[in-house]
Every structure is written in structure tokens, then in C-alpha cells.
């Protein structure tokens, strides 16, 4: 596309007021020859925008710099199809944080039009990716228990074809064993209606039900992954588009418990599961000999809760140990029944199921270290009742059950970046010396063996979940269109977990759908541009095969990275891991920062005017700068900032580009990394810091001191830390002197 | 049903939950529209300092959303806007809905100088009334859309044509009048949400009478920066910095005389907050009055973490009763001690009531027959055909749950207008 570049400037919200803007117009109409260049006292105005309009349609402007508020308001008024768009922040972060009618706030606004100018020559529409193949909007679903089978249902009557993969003979899963449930609205044991949905299921004429089956590779991408599944001796190949995965979860291995828990000294002492299964087959009986139940004990939190065995709650315990206790209650009125806990857990309405245990008749012993002592058929807990403030024994208990918890499918196996190469470990190892970068926990756990070069499952983050542990935004595990449903994500109830089943199924239709027309999923929704990758100068380093926290890069037997576009989130990261600068988008790319970085005008050092350039992260820390605009709190005139899609996707050579043309320090706004990170891309505010590490090597060949490149973590609420921070930064370059090459 | 009419989805309730429900079904394709009472959007959590267990603000996901709103044409929201009936049958639903003036139109620009103007003040609604804000206002710091409100007080005062003067884009419209809008639809999500327990209603904890006893969600307003005291937490009686503090939890909730429920999250916030005194105050002795922490699945590690603060102290008892003493302004907490069956007096700077949610079902249900639980909870996602509720109306959920939850409503409402 031809650019055809104009520019308009707003002098309303005081930024008439402030600046010079006959001179600020000279920027484009003199200096950079632009042929368009207009202002208006009220841009956002209906006058205004028809002003941009008119030239779109008469003089064919394609290209605009905006010169007005944030790009982060008035964004309906300045939306032109078909254009190239920036928006020059001249208000919240020119006119309201600095002084009015002063040379240095008039100095930086000109800058930011001179850096839009070079940025809007680097930029070009994006053209939306259409892979060769066409897309599949199909869904496949891994494992057919409720969440499964939830998923499959409820997304088929939204009319998509699903595929149903279950590794059991029989749909249900854990379900099946459960014959009685406590659910919503909590006031009493419900009959387990797993077989209506199993017959709902199966009698879909859009849902493809593939039992006794195991998927034996899952490769390619959203929109296009091919899926062999093996099943009854044969292997049958789906395309899908996106997937579910609602692999459920296993009990604790309760011969892993602590021995005082006495699992294993008597047949009598049982975990949570095995009742269930009981239950479902028979009466409630002693299971050593069959007789009547006459006392019962359920011990809560058996190797839950503890750092020894599992650090989680497993959420369902409580009410299922309230269930159960009822249940023998039911058969036998007589019998004594205690639950013996830590804390108990009944949030929600089923608070009103505790209240109907404790009307049932059942004792409740509060205790953190209860110790069951087997002898013959007959078994003792000694307790240390709280609330009694005394030992409590149990005696003569025909049964404990033990209430183990939930561990997640996807826990089993070993850990695939443990495993050695194929090109032995040494390499293996030297690489991972060399990039320090901390392998993301995937396990084989032989469910949807993935090819992909980063490993054949979903990473996990804690716990073996394959969660991304985003508050807002639960669904995003780090493999792009494949989202996690059920128990596998993280413990939860049936009502939960059929709730979590069909919002993941959600997920899965909008990732086709937005796949099919070439658009980016979750966070940069819409996003229409990819990264594209100019192969000659391909070193085969890696650095963007393995830094992707998506793993969209698959790499061939040469080391040489194949991009899955459709797998992309679009923030960049790949693009700054390169050291040869081949990855870039239609409309953000280094060349296109680094034209802005070489933009900025560096006076002389005799005018006493330092230069510091601000790489930001668009997501948090730029709406934060446009807060303390907001709040008209005031800013150092002399820095520059430049918006990134991700702090992650910073390239070193930016950091080269601005010191090498005199510009006295870099300071970096990313997000929190670590457990609890906040960085909308996972790993990329980790990953600018690491990089970062490395800036040294650049800084020592300059001959430049350390102190002029600093990254700072601001979240989006700490707009009053800014001026600080940025002052304090000042300080140290003022301390550390300008930069020496200025001028050359 | 292939009415392209009513190929569309209502959300009522700008929320966390509404915000999703809409968000998600247009990321799908389809148009929804939202209906948000408050001038602005994003609910009770956009009054949140930080969630639990991150430790991380709640605006962070909002900007987000908004942001994936802002570059969606099919999402369309009105603020200040409620739902007065809704007639018609699923795929087919027509919608009256009343728009409330906001007195400042869409010319807004959000300089600023209509405030400036104005020299009225008003109770702080965001801040629960803690302080005061000039009746030209921004709802919040961080409000979307950032657009102005003029309180009606300020509409009818002399000061009116002052402010509306002030503003140097005509977009103060002093003669807006409430409208009605119809909308036909081919479903309706309802996610209203939920408020808090009326404090007062605890009439052992002297919440109106004595200064020092606020409520959690008011502690997160102190916290916050854009809160009534810079997000500085100090005792409401003299501006001092506490140095003992305690949380009382299961204010009003598990309780059959008010709210016979757990409301799952206040452990958890009640945590959380104690990690703003620690913050701000290394030395404060903090109480957490229990009966049962309910910090389910990892929110487990949340706690196991707090529980190595030596200097806040974990009490297994219900607070029985709150009294002042008058000269300091201090609180004497009187609580059983349920491990030694004492009756203990523990005296605190402040106390923090960990009040329950309520449905604002419970007070403004759906306008059509839908069925509810005994607390004022519709029943099921699927209230009634075509008509779906979420979030906090269903359930007391945290924000996680509640966008899951919001997640499988928007699927639910597609299901009702595209079945293909």
C-alpha cells in the first residue's frame, strides 16, 4: 500500500493551551514533508472526524497520525476502515503531566509526532493469515466424564460437530461409581443422573463418541489439528479445530498416606472413592466381613493440605464426606457416624447440607492430627477435639474412611524437559545453561501427546494443573486453543465443574471462529497481523522456538523454526528473542521501533537536556502513564515513551539504537513476573529481564555504564510510583553524566 | 429461529460476569448488548484494590476487557441503564429498557472542566460513602466509559448553568430526560450481581454507632489508591494508623437469622486485606475471628502462606459482641474462645466486618417468572427458556468462578439464538 500520510492535531482538552502548534505542524509539513497537516479545536468532534473523512475520500489520505488523547479513549471516533491509524498521546501524556508553554514540553510533543511519523512509514494493514488447508471448526473433547461430556453436549447444540475421546470402555467416568449426589439446590441427597447425559451423548447425531480409545498424536494447530485416535485396534485421523481438555483426574494414592492414618493395616479403613464404589454395588457393609455398619468415622484432609502430599484443598471433600456420613446414616439410623475434621468446607448453599448433617444426627470432631489405630476388624481414632479442648477415641469403628484427594491426569508421567535429546544430553544441557530460562513442567502423561516442540502436553504451573493461573481469565492454559475443563484444571464440584465444561466448550467455538477468519484468540482478540519470518538470515538459534510461551513455533530436523501462525497470541516475544531481526508483523515490528527510537531528537550535551527512552508495556503500565496524565501529575519532559505489545517482545538492538545515538538512559515498565505473575503473555515480562541480564555484553562494547538501563515493574494502579521512579531515574543518569555519543 | 432480528443477546449487568457473558458471545460473532445501572462498567470488582490469591488489581483484566470491548463493534453497552420488562419468548424477546439521565452527553472529552466548575459535593458512592466528590464527577479514577456524570442534585441547584457553561464542548445537557429504548432479542442473560449485607442489620456490632467498625468491602476502598484516603488505611474516627486490627468473619453469614449461606470469598478477602495492614504496617497485630477458613483448592496455599505472619493471629470463635470504648474510640471485641470455652475481650483499633453477599436478586428479581432458591439465588443457569442467569446471582463465586461462570452463559444464550 501506497502511504498517503496526514496528520491532524487536536488543540482542544488544553493542548492549544500548552503548545506551539503552528510549530508542532511545521514537524510534519517542513520536516518530513507530510502533505497533509490540519488542525481542529475539537477533533473528536462529529466536524472533526468529518474533517479526517473528507480527506480520506478526496485526497485519499491512508495514513494518519491523530495528534490528540490516548488511543485508549475517543477510540470509536477515530476508527477509519481501511487506514493506517496512530494516535500521537499529546494530551494525558504531553499536556496534562508536563509544564504548559515550555520548550521541553513542546520539544517532546514534537518528538512523539516525529516518532509516529516513523512509525506509521514501518507500518502496513495486516492481511488476515488463511491457511492453505481449510479450517476445521470442529471440536474435539478428551475425556468423557461429566465435565466431557458436558462439553461435547452443550456444544453440539450450539450446532458444532464434536469428537468425544474417553480411554474407558464406558462413558462417565468417575461419575459412574457415584450413585448419589449433593448438588444445587443442597438440601438433600439427588440419584446420580450420569446415565441421562451418557444416553444424551450418544444419541447426538453431532457428537462422534470414541470409547476404549486413546489419542495417539495430536499435531498441527487451531483451525488445523489433525488428531489420530486409536481405538478397538484401528486408528482413525479427525481434523479439528480446537480442543477440550476434560481428562478428569485420579485419587491421591492413599498408600501414599502417613501411616497413622492406618491405610493398608485393615480392610477396614477405606478412602472416599473406595466408598463410593461400595455404595454403588451394594449396602454399606464392614467391608472385612460384610456386617452391619454400626460406627463409622470419615477422617477429612487425608494427605490434603500438606506440603508432604498435596499442598491443595481438593474443595469436594467435605461435602462428599457430609453425603457419605448421611448415607450410612440413612441405611442405619442407629449408627454412630463422625466426621472428623480440619476445617470444613461447605461454601455456598451447601452450607445448608452441613446444617441437615449436624440435623441427621452427625458428630462432628474438630481436630488437626487424628491417628487410627487397627486391631482385628475393629479400629480406634483418637482425636484431639478443639472445641472439646480434650482426647476424643473412637472406639470400636467398623469403618474410616479416609478422604483422599483429587490429582489431576495430567500429574502422571515424567517431566518432559528432564528427559534427554536425542542428541544426548550434553547439549541439552549447555543450552540450558546458556539460555537460563526455568523448562515449564510437562509431563507425558499420554493424553493428547502433542507435536510440539516445547513438549508433548499442556505446561503446568503449579501443582500439575494445566492452568495459567490468570484470575481473570481461567480459560487460557498456554497452548492456544486447546482449553482445560473439569477436575483437570483445578478441583471443583459436579455443579462447577458442568458450568466449566460448557464455558470451555465456549472458548473452544471461538477459537475456531475467530481462526477462520484469520483473527488472533485471547488477549489481542481480533488481532489480524502474525509474525512472519525472513528465513535467509536464519541462524537456527532457537531463541524463538523455545521462548514462545505458546509453543507456536515447531522447529524441523535442521533447527529451523516453523511458525503455526494460528497457534500465535501476537505479542512479539519471538520477535524480541531474535538476534538476527528476521521475525517481524505487518504493523509492528523492530525496524518499525527502532525507526521511532531514531526519531527522537537528542540535543546537544552543552543544552543540558538528557534524553530517556521508555519501553512500556501497552497492556499495564502505559495506562498507568495515562493516569498520572489524568491526574495531572507531573512527568520529567525529557522522556520518550514508546509502547510495546509486550515488554517481551523487546529486541537488544533497541537498547544499541538509542544509546548509540546519545540518548542517555532506557527504563523499562513490564509486569510482575515470578509464581504469581501478572504479565498478560505469561513469560514476557520474565523474558525482558532476562534479556535485560544480558545487556551488559552491549553496554561494556559502548563503553557505557550500567545504571543508564533499569526495568521496573508497574502494575496498572501504580500511577503515583511513575514520577517517583522516573525522577529518581533522572537522578542516576544526571549522577552517571550524558551519554558520550552525542552528536556522533 | 433464524430471525436475524433477534440474532442478538442481552446481558443485564456490567459486572464481571455480564462483561464476560457479552465479551465472549461477541468474540463468537454475535451482537450483545449491555445494560449497566451504573455510570460506568466493570461492578463491584472495578471497587476491588486486589484480588486474591495474585495479589494483583482487579483493573489489570478490566483494561483488558474493555480494551477487547473498544475494538468490538458487536458489543454495545448502555450505562445508567435498567431493565423495565421483558415480553416474548426465547429467540424472540422484546426489551423495554430505561436509560437515566447522566445530564453530559457522548461530546464529553473528559477534560475535566465541568468539575472544576462545580462546587457541590456528594456522598461518594464508590467509596461507600467514606468521602465526598464534586457532583460533576468521573465515577472513578479509572472509569470506563471515561466520561463525566452530573449528579440531579447539581441539575436542579443555581450551580447548574455555571457547570454547564464550564464545559467547552457543549456536552452538558441539563434537560436530558430519562428515555425508554426497545431492544428485540433472541436471548437475555441476566448477571446483576450481588451487594453486600446491610451491616446494620448486625445489631451486636454497632456498625452505624461506632466509627471503627467498617465492613471488607469498605477496606478494600481504603486500600485502594483511588480511594477516599489515598489508599493510606487509617481508623475512620481519628485518621491514626492501627496498630491491632481485627477481621471478623461470617458477619451475618452461616447465621439463620440473616444469611443461612456461606458467601465463599470472605475468608479469602479477609486474607487478602490483612496483607494491605502488613503492607502498610509491619509491627500491626492483626485477628482473624473464625469458624471454618474456607480457602479451597490452591487458595489453600493463600492461606498456608498467611499463616506464617506470626503477627496475625488465627481465632477459632465467633465475635459475639462489639463495644466502644468511648474516649479512645477503641473496640472491645467479645468473643468465645471455642478451644478453651472461655469468654475473652480483645481489645482492637479496628474491626473489619466480613459481611456476606446477597443477590440483588434477592431485591430486584427478574422481570419475568423465574425460580429461585430460599435465599433470592435463581435456582439454575437455565431460568427460564431463553433467559439464563450468572455470576454472583446463582451462587456467591469469586471472580475466577464467576468468569467461568459468564463463559457458559454466553454458550447457553448462542445455543438459544443459533442452532444450526
Redesign the interface.
Same mark, same amino acid.
Given at each position: 500500500m501506497e502511504h498517503k500520510v496526514a496528520v491532524y492535531i487536536c488543540t482542544?482538552?488544553?493542548i492549544g493551551d500548552a503548545l506551539d502548534i503552528e510549530e508542532l505542524g511545521k514537524v510534519a509539513t517542513s520536516e518530513n514533508s507530510v502533505p497533509i497537516c490540519k488542525t481542529h479545536p475539537?477533533l473528536?468532534?462529529q466536524e472533526g472526524v468529518e474533517l479526517i473523512k473528507s480527506d480520506i475520500a478526496g485526497e485519499g489520505a491512508n495514513t494518519l497520525a491523530i495528534a490528540a488523547?490516548s488511543p485508549?479513549?475517543?477510540?470509536?471516533a477515530f476508527d477509519f476502515e481501511n487506514c493506517i491509524v496512530d494516535r500521537v498521546n499529546i494530551r494525558e501524556q504531553v499536556v496534562w503531566c508536563q509544564k504548559p508553554n515550555d520548550e521541553d514540553t513542546q520539544m517532546m510533543a514534537e518528538d512523539y509526532l516525529r516518532m509516529s511519523l516513523a512509525k506509521v512509514e514501518k507500518m502496513e494493514l495486516p492481511e488476515p493469515y488463511q491457511p492453505e488447508q481449510e479450517v476445521s471448526k470442529n471440536i474435539l473433547v478428551v475425556g468423557g466424564g461429566l465435565s466431557g461430556m458436558t462439553s461435547a453436549l452443550?456444544?453440539a447444540? !450450539?450446532?458444532?460437530s464434536v469428537v468425544l475421546v474417553e480411554k474407558e470402555a464406558q462413558l462417565g467416568g468417575f461419575q459412574n461409581n457415584v450413585k448419589q449426589k449433593v448438588t444445587?439446590?443442597y438440601k438433600d441427597v439427588q440419584d446420580n443422573d450420569i446415565d441421562n447425559l451418557i444416553a444424551a451423548v450418544t444419541g447426538h447425531d453431532k457428537i462422534a463418541v470414541y470409547t476404549g480409545a486413546n489419542i495417539e498424536k495430536t499435531s498441527g494447530a487451531p483451525g488445523l489439528f489433525d488428531v489420530s485416535i486409536k481405538a478397538n485396534g484401528s486408528t482413525v485421523d479427525h481434523k479439528v479445530g480446537a480442543i477440550v481438555l476434560a481428562a478428569g483426574w485420579k485419587p491421591y494414592d492413599p498408600t501414599k498416606l502417613d501411616e497413622k492414618l492406618a491405610f493398608g493395616a485393615s480392610d477396614n479403613v477405606i478412602t472416599n472413592a473406595m466408598f463410593e464404589e461400595m455404595f454403588k454395588e451394594e449396602k454399606i457393609a464392614r467391608p472385612s466381613d460384610k456386617q452391619d455398619v454400626k460406627n463409622a468415622a470419615f477422617l477429612q484432609c487425608a494427605g490434603q493440605?500438606d506440603?508432604n502430599h498435596l499442598?491443595?484443598?481438593?474443595?469436594i471433600c467435605c461435602l462428599t464426606a457430609l453425603r457419605q456420613a448421611c448415607q450410612v446414616k440413612a441405611q442405619n439410623p442407629d449408627a454412630n457416624v463422625y466426621v472428623v475434621y480440619k476445617?470444613?468446607?461447605?461454601?455456598?448453599? !451447601? @452450607?445448608?447440607f452441613y446444617?441437615k448433617a449436624q440435623e441427621d444426627g452427625i458428630t462432628f470432631i474438630r481436630c488437626q492430627d487424628p491417628e487410627v489405630k487397627a486391631s482385628g476388624n475393629q479400629l480406634t481414632v483418637e482425636a484431639d477435639d @478443639?472445641?472439646l479442648?480434650e482426647k476424643v477415641v473412637l472406639e470400636d469403628l467398623d469403618m474410616v474412611v479416609l478422604a483422599t484427594g483429587m490429582v489431576p491426569v495430567t500429574a502422571f508421567g515424567p517431566d518432559f524437559s528432564m528427559e534427554e535429546t536425542e542428541e544426548g544430553e550434553e547439549e541439552k544441557k549447555k543450552e540450558e545453561e546458556e539460555e537460563d530460562i526455568i523448562a515449564d513442567i510437562i509431563r507425558r502423561s499420554d493424553i493428547l501427546n502433542l507435536e510440539y516442540r516445547q513438549g508433548p502436553e499442556l505446561p503446568a504451573l503449579?501443582?500439575d494443573?494445566p492452568d495459567s493461573?490468570?484470575?481473570?481469565?481461567?480459560?487460557e492454559t498456554r497452548r492456544t486453543g486447546i482449553y482445560a475443563a473439569g477436575c483437570v484444571r483445578?478441583?471443583?464440584s459436579t455443579a462447577?465443574a458442568m @458450568?466449566?465444561a460448557?464455558? !470451555?466448550?465456549?472458548?473452544a467455538?471461538?477459537c475456531v471462529?475467530?481462526t477462520s477468519r484469520g483473527a488472533a484468540v485471547h488477549?489481542r482478540?481480533?488481532d489480524l497481523s502474525f509474525p512472519e519470518l525472513f528465513m535467509q538470515r536464519c541462524t537456527q538459534c532457537k531463541r524463538c522456538t523455545m521462548e514462545c510461551p505458546f509453543g507456536a513455533y515447531n522447529e524441523d530436523e535442521k533447527a529451523n523454526p516453523l511458525p503455526n501462525p494460528t497457534r500465535c497470541r501476537r505479542c512479539g516475544i519471538c520477535m524480541g528473542s531474535c538476534p538476527e531481526r528476521i521475525i517481524s508483523f505487518k504493523n509492528y515490528s523492530v525496524d518499525m521501533i527502532g525507526s521511532m527510537i531514531k526519531a527522537i531528537e537528542v540535543p546537544e550535551e552543552d543544552e543540558e537536556k538528557p534524553r530517556v527512552l521508555m519501553l512500556v508495556c501497552e497492556?499495564?503500565a502505559y495506562?498507568a502513564l495515562d493516569?498520572t496524565g489524568?491526574?495531572r501529575m507531573e512527568l520529567s519532559p525529557y522522556i520518550r515513551v514508546i509502547p510495546l505489545r509486550c515488554l517481551g517482545s523487546i529486541n537488544l538492538v533497541w537498547i544499541a539504537d538509542a544509546l548509540s545515538k546519545g540518548i542517555d538512559g532506557i527504563i523499562l515498565f513490564g509486569?510482575?513476573p515470578g509464581d504469581?505473575y501478572?504479565c498478560?503473555f505469561i513469560t514476557g515480562s520474565e523474558l525482558a529481564q532476562y534479556r535485560l541480564a544480558k545487556i551488559a555484553e552491549t553496554l561494556d562494547r559502548l563503553v557505557l555504564e550500567s545504571e543508564r538501563v533499569r526495568v521496573e515493574e508497574i !502494575?496498572?494502579?501504580d500511577? @503515583?510510583r511513575i514520577p517517583e521512579i522516573v525522577e529518581e531515574f533522572m537522578e542516576t543518569i544526571e549522577e552517571v553524566g550524558p551519554n558520550p555519543y552525542k552528536g556522533w | 429461529m433464524a430471525n436475524t432480528e433477534t440474532q442478538s443477546i442481552l446481558v443485564v449487568g456490567g459486572g464481571m460476569s455480564g462483561l464476560t457473558t457479552a465479551i465472549e458471545a461477541a468474540e463468537a460473532g454475535y451482537d450483545t448488548y449491555i445494560v449497566e445501572k451504573n455510570p460506568y462498567l466493570g461492578g463491584r470488582v472495578a471497587q476491588l484494590h486486589n484480588y486474591f490469591p495474585k495479589l494483583c488489581p482487579p483493573y489489570c483484566g478490566l483494561e483488558i476487557n474493555f480494551r477487547r470491548i473498544k475494538q468490538n463493534p458487536k458489543i454495545r453497552f448502555f450505562t445508567m441503564a435498567e431493565v423495565e420488562s421483558i415480553s416474548g419468548e426465547e429467540g424472540n424477546f422484546d426489551v423495554k429498557i430505561r436509560l437515566n439521565p447522566r445530564y453530559v452527553n457522548e461530546k464529553c472529552t473528559g477534560c475535566g472542566e465541568c468539575a472544576k466548575a462545580c462546587t457541590m459535593e456528594i456522598e461518594n458512592q464508590f467509596n461507600y460513602g467514606m468521602d465526598k466528590i464534586k457532583a460533576a464527577y468521573m465515577p472513578h479514577a479509572m472509569a470506563f466509559p471515561m466520561r463525566y456524570v452530573i449528579d440531579p442534585a447539581l441539575v436542579k441547584s443555581d450551580e447548574a448553568q455555571k457547570v454547564k457553561d464550564a464545559c467547552p464542548y457543549d456536552a452538558v445537557d441539563l434537560d436530558m430526560e430519562p428515555k425508554t429504548m426497545d431492544l428485540k432479542v433472541g436471548a437475555v442473560v441476566w448477571a446483576t450481581g450481588w451487594h453486600p449485607y446491610d451491616a446494620a442489620k448486625l445489631d451486636t456490632y454497632g456498625f452505624n454507632e461506632f466509627p471503627n467498625v467498617i465492613t471488607n468491602v469498605m477496606m478494600d476502598r481504603l486500600a485502594a489508591l483511588s480511594g477516599p484516603t489515598e489508599g493510606k488505611i487509617i481508623r475512620p474516627s481519628d485518621g491514626k494508623a492501627p496498630e491491632t486490627i481485627g477481621f471478623i468473619q461470617c458477619a451475618g453469614s452461616r447465621d439463620e437469622n440473616h444469611l443461612p449461606y456461606c458467601s465463599g470469598i470472605c475468608c479469602l478477602a479477609s486474607m487478602k486485606q490483612a496483607t494491605y495492614v502488613r503492607e502498610q504496617y509491619p509491627d500491626a497485630k492483626i485477628y482473624i475471628f473464625y469458624i471454618d477458613i474456607r480457602a479451597t483448592d490452591r487458595l489453600e496455599e493463600f492461606y498456608y502462606k498467611i499463616k506464617q505472619d506470626e503477627n496475625i493471629e488465627f481465632f477459632k470463635g465467633k465475635v459475639a459482641k462489639i463495644t466502644e470504648d468511648e474516649s479512645t474510640k477503641g473496640l472491645i471485641l467479645k468473643v468465645e474462645d471455642t478451644t478453651s470455652e472461655e469468654l475473652r475481650e480483645v481489645p482492637v483499633d479496628m474491626a473489619v466486618l466480613a459481611t456476606g453477599m446477597q443477590p440483588n436478586t434477592a431485591e430486584t428479581p427478574i422481570p419475568v417468572q423465574v425460580p429461585y432458591d430460599d435465599y433470592g439465588f435463581v435456582a439454575s443457569l437455565d431460568a427460564a427458556p431463553g433467559i439464563y442467569a450468572a455470576g454472583c446471582i446463582r451462587t456467591p463465586n469469586n471472580v475466577s468462578e464467576v468468569v467461568q461462570d459468564g463463559t457458559a452463559a454466553a454458550l447457553k444464550a448462542i445455543q438459544s439464538i443459533a442452532r444450526r
Amino acid at each position: 500500500m501506497e502511504h498517503k500520510v496526514a496528520v491532524y492535531i487536536c488543540t482542544g482538552c488544553g493542548i492549544g493551551d500548552a503548545l506551539d502548534i503552528e510549530e508542532l505542524g511545521k514537524v510534519a509539513t517542513s520536516e518530513n514533508s507530510v502533505p497533509i497537516c490540519k488542525t481542529h479545536p475539537n477533533l473528536c468532534s462529529q466536524e472533526g472526524v468529518e474533517l479526517i473523512k473528507s480527506d480520506i475520500a478526496g485526497e485519499g489520505a491512508n495514513t494518519l497520525a491523530i495528534a490528540a488523547c490516548s488511543p485508549r479513549v475517543m477510540y470509536d471516533a477515530f476508527d477509519f476502515e481501511n487506514c493506517i491509524v496512530d494516535r500521537v498521546n499529546i494530551r494525558e501524556q504531553v499536556v496534562w503531566c508536563q509544564k504548559p508553554n515550555d520548550e521541553d514540553t513542546q520539544m517532546m510533543a514534537e518528538d512523539y509526532l516525529r516518532m509516529s511519523l516513523a512509525k506509521v512509514e514501518k507500518m502496513e494493514l495486516p492481511e488476515p493469515y488463511q491457511p492453505e488447508q481449510e479450517v476445521s471448526k470442529n471440536i474435539l473433547v478428551v475425556g468423557g466424564g461429566l465435565s466431557g461430556m458436558t462439553s461435547a453436549l452443550e456444544g453440539a447444540k !450450539a450446532g458444532y460437530s464434536v469428537v468425544l475421546v474417553e480411554k474407558e470402555a464406558q462413558l462417565g467416568g468417575f461419575q459412574n461409581n457415584v450413585k448419589q449426589k449433593v448438588t444445587f439446590p443442597y438440601k438433600d441427597v439427588q440419584d446420580n443422573d450420569i446415565d441421562n447425559l451418557i444416553a444424551a451423548v450418544t444419541g447426538h447425531d453431532k457428537i462422534a463418541v470414541y470409547t476404549g480409545a486413546n489419542i495417539e498424536k495430536t499435531s498441527g494447530a487451531p483451525g488445523l489439528f489433525d488428531v489420530s485416535i486409536k481405538a478397538n485396534g484401528s486408528t482413525v485421523d479427525h481434523k479439528v479445530g480446537a480442543i477440550v481438555l476434560a481428562a478428569g483426574w485420579k485419587p491421591y494414592d492413599p498408600t501414599k498416606l502417613d501411616e497413622k492414618l492406618a491405610f493398608g493395616a485393615s480392610d477396614n479403613v477405606i478412602t472416599n472413592a473406595m466408598f463410593e464404589e461400595m455404595f454403588k454395588e451394594e449396602k454399606i457393609a464392614r467391608p472385612s466381613d460384610k456386617q452391619d455398619v454400626k460406627n463409622a468415622a470419615f477422617l477429612q484432609c487425608a494427605g490434603q493440605r500438606d506440603p508432604n502430599h498435596l499442598p491443595y484443598c481438593s474443595s469436594i471433600c467435605c461435602l462428599t464426606a457430609l453425603r457419605q456420613a448421611c448415607q450410612v446414616k440413612a441405611q442405619n439410623p442407629d449408627a454412630n457416624v463422625y466426621v472428623v475434621y480440619k476445617e470444613l468446607r461447605t461454601p455456598g448453599q !451447601a @452450607e445448608d447440607f452441613y446444617r441437615k448433617a449436624q440435623e441427621d444426627g452427625i458428630t462432628f470432631i474438630r481436630c488437626q492430627d487424628p491417628e487410627v489405630k487397627a486391631s482385628g476388624n475393629q479400629l480406634t481414632v483418637e482425636a484431639d477435639d @478443639e472445641l472439646l479442648g480434650e482426647k476424643v477415641v473412637l472406639e470400636d469403628l467398623d469403618m474410616v474412611v479416609l478422604a483422599t484427594g483429587m490429582v489431576p491426569v495430567t500429574a502422571f508421567g515424567p517431566d518432559f524437559s528432564m528427559e534427554e535429546t536425542e542428541e544426548g544430553e550434553e547439549e541439552k544441557k549447555k543450552e540450558e545453561e546458556e539460555e537460563d530460562i526455568i523448562a515449564d513442567i510437562i509431563r507425558r502423561s499420554d493424553i493428547l501427546n502433542l507435536e510440539y516442540r516445547q513438549g508433548p502436553e499442556l505446561p503446568a504451573l503449579r501443582n500439575d494443573f494445566p492452568d495459567s493461573h490468570f484470575i481473570c481469565f481461567p480459560y487460557e492454559t498456554r497452548r492456544t486453543g486447546i482449553y482445560a475443563a473439569g477436575c483437570v484444571r483445578r478441583p471443583m464440584s459436579t455443579a462447577t465443574a458442568m @458450568e466449566d465444561a460448557t464455558g !470451555a466448550i465456549m472458548k473452544a467455538i471461538q477459537c475456531v471462529e475467530l481462526t477462520s477468519r484469520g483473527a488472533a484468540v485471547h488477549p489481542r482478540v481480533g488481532d489480524l497481523s502474525f509474525p512472519e519470518l525472513f528465513m535467509q538470515r536464519c541462524t537456527q538459534c532457537k531463541r524463538c522456538t523455545m521462548e514462545c510461551p505458546f509453543g507456536a513455533y515447531n522447529e524441523d530436523e535442521k533447527a529451523n523454526p516453523l511458525p503455526n501462525p494460528t497457534r500465535c497470541r501476537r505479542c512479539g516475544i519471538c520477535m524480541g528473542s531474535c538476534p538476527e531481526r528476521i521475525i517481524s508483523f505487518k504493523n509492528y515490528s523492530v525496524d518499525m521501533i527502532g525507526s521511532m527510537i531514531k526519531a527522537i531528537e537528542v540535543p546537544e550535551e552543552d543544552e543540558e537536556k538528557p534524553r530517556v527512552l521508555m519501553l512500556v508495556c501497552e497492556n499495564d503500565a502505559y495506562p498507568a502513564l495515562d493516569m498520572t496524565g489524568l491526574k495531572r501529575m507531573e512527568l520529567s519532559p525529557y522522556i520518550r515513551v514508546i509502547p510495546l505489545r509486550c515488554l517481551g517482545s523487546i529486541n537488544l538492538v533497541w537498547i544499541a539504537d538509542a544509546l548509540s545515538k546519545g540518548i542517555d538512559g532506557i527504563i523499562l515498565f513490564g509486569c510482575r513476573p515470578g509464581d504469581d505473575y501478572q504479565c498478560h503473555f505469561i513469560t514476557g515480562s520474565e523474558l525482558a529481564q532476562y534479556r535485560l541480564a544480558k545487556i551488559a555484553e552491549t553496554l561494556d562494547r559502548l563503553v557505557l555504564e550500567s545504571e543508564r538501563v533499569r526495568v521496573e515493574e508497574i !502494575a496498572i494502579i501504580d500511577w @503515583e510510583r511513575i514520577p517517583e521512579i522516573v525522577e529518581e531515574f533522572m537522578e542516576t543518569i544526571e549522577e552517571v553524566g550524558p551519554n558520550p555519543y552525542k552528536g556522533w | 429461529m433464524a430471525n436475524t432480528e433477534t440474532q442478538s443477546i442481552l446481558v443485564v449487568g456490567g459486572g464481571m460476569s455480564g462483561l464476560t457473558t457479552a465479551i465472549e458471545a461477541a468474540e463468537a460473532g454475535y451482537d450483545t448488548y449491555i445494560v449497566e445501572k451504573n455510570p460506568y462498567l466493570g461492578g463491584r470488582v472495578a471497587q476491588l484494590h486486589n484480588y486474591f490469591p495474585k495479589l494483583c488489581p482487579p483493573y489489570c483484566g478490566l483494561e483488558i476487557n474493555f480494551r477487547r470491548i473498544k475494538q468490538n463493534p458487536k458489543i454495545r453497552f448502555f450505562t445508567m441503564a435498567e431493565v423495565e420488562s421483558i415480553s416474548g419468548e426465547e429467540g424472540n424477546f422484546d426489551v423495554k429498557i430505561r436509560l437515566n439521565p447522566r445530564y453530559v452527553n457522548e461530546k464529553c472529552t473528559g477534560c475535566g472542566e465541568c468539575a472544576k466548575a462545580c462546587t457541590m459535593e456528594i456522598e461518594n458512592q464508590f467509596n461507600y460513602g467514606m468521602d465526598k466528590i464534586k457532583a460533576a464527577y468521573m465515577p472513578h479514577a479509572m472509569a470506563f466509559p471515561m466520561r463525566y456524570v452530573i449528579d440531579p442534585a447539581l441539575v436542579k441547584s443555581d450551580e447548574a448553568q455555571k457547570v454547564k457553561d464550564a464545559c467547552p464542548y457543549d456536552a452538558v445537557d441539563l434537560d436530558m430526560e430519562p428515555k425508554t429504548m426497545d431492544l428485540k432479542v433472541g436471548a437475555v442473560v441476566w448477571a446483576t450481581g450481588w451487594h453486600p449485607y446491610d451491616a446494620a442489620k448486625l445489631d451486636t456490632y454497632g456498625f452505624n454507632e461506632f466509627p471503627n467498625v467498617i465492613t471488607n468491602v469498605m477496606m478494600d476502598r481504603l486500600a485502594a489508591l483511588s480511594g477516599p484516603t489515598e489508599g493510606k488505611i487509617i481508623r475512620p474516627s481519628d485518621g491514626k494508623a492501627p496498630e491491632t486490627i481485627g477481621f471478623i468473619q461470617c458477619a451475618g453469614s452461616r447465621d439463620e437469622n440473616h444469611l443461612p449461606y456461606c458467601s465463599g470469598i470472605c475468608c479469602l478477602a479477609s486474607m487478602k486485606q490483612a496483607t494491605y495492614v502488613r503492607e502498610q504496617y509491619p509491627d500491626a497485630k492483626i485477628y482473624i475471628f473464625y469458624i471454618d477458613i474456607r480457602a479451597t483448592d490452591r487458595l489453600e496455599e493463600f492461606y498456608y502462606k498467611i499463616k506464617q505472619d506470626e503477627n496475625i493471629e488465627f481465632f477459632k470463635g465467633k465475635v459475639a459482641k462489639i463495644t466502644e470504648d468511648e474516649s479512645t474510640k477503641g473496640l472491645i471485641l467479645k468473643v468465645e474462645d471455642t478451644t478453651s470455652e472461655e469468654l475473652r475481650e480483645v481489645p482492637v483499633d479496628m474491626a473489619v466486618l466480613a459481611t456476606g453477599m446477597q443477590p440483588n436478586t434477592a431485591e430486584t428479581p427478574i422481570p419475568v417468572q423465574v425460580p429461585y432458591d430460599d435465599y433470592g439465588f435463581v435456582a439454575s443457569l437455565d431460568a427460564a427458556p431463553g433467559i439464563y442467569a450468572a455470576g454472583c446471582i446463582r451462587t456467591p463465586n469469586n471472580v475466577s468462578e464467576v468468569v467461568q461462570d459468564g463463559t457458559a452463559a454466553a454458550l447457553k444464550a448462542i445455543q438459544s439464538i443459533a442452532r444450526r
